[in-house]
Structure formats: structure tokens, C-alpha cells
């Protein structure tokens, strides 16, 4: 049952990399002083927080399982 849940704790923590790895920047550093504001509102608000949704439900998972893990109760 550990090895089991090692392999999925493993596997939430690549994900959540990934997941990481695919946000957009919050901030645009000077090129952003030029860009119009018209971009906020377009259909990616919804694709980020469908992202930001499942990061945090992996969030959840990984820390779930690095606690069980650790402190041992499946022993």
C-alpha cells in the first residue's frame, strides 16, 4: 500500500510541476507598460482558472500524501 501511494505521491508531484510550469506570468516587467488593458477580459480568464483549480486540487493531493507518508499511519 506505501509503494502504491509513493508512486502516486510521485506522480501528483510531476503534475503539479507541470502545472506550475504552465501559468502565465503575472507580471510583464516594462513590455508591460505598452499593452492595452483590453486583453484581461478575453476567454483566457476562464482557461486560467480552470488551471488554477486543478493546481490546487494537486496541491491538495501531494501534501495529503507527503503527510501520510511521513508520519507513517499506513505502517
Same mark, same amino acid.
Given at each position: 500500500m506505501t509503494s502504491i501511494l509513493s508512486w502516486i =505521491?510521485?506522480?501528483?508531484g510531476l503534475i503539479l510541476i507541470l502545472l506550475v510550469l504552465l501559468h502565465s506570468p503575472?507580471?510583464?516587467g516594462m513590455g508591460g507598460l505598452a499593452a492595452s488593458g483590453s486583453s484581461m477580459f478575453t476567454s483566457?480568464?476562464?482557461a486560467e482558472a480552470?488551471?488554477?483549480?486543478?493546481? =490546487?486540487?494537486f496541491l491538495a493531493i501531494f501534501l495529503a500524501?507527503?503527510?501520510?507518508?511521513?508520519?507513517?499511519w499506513l505502517i
Open positions: =505521491w510521485i506522480g501528483s503575472k507580471g510583464d483566457a480568464s476562464s480552470t488551471l488554477n483549480k486543478t493546481t =490546487w486540487i500524501l507527503a503527510v501520510i507518508l511521513s508520519a507513517g
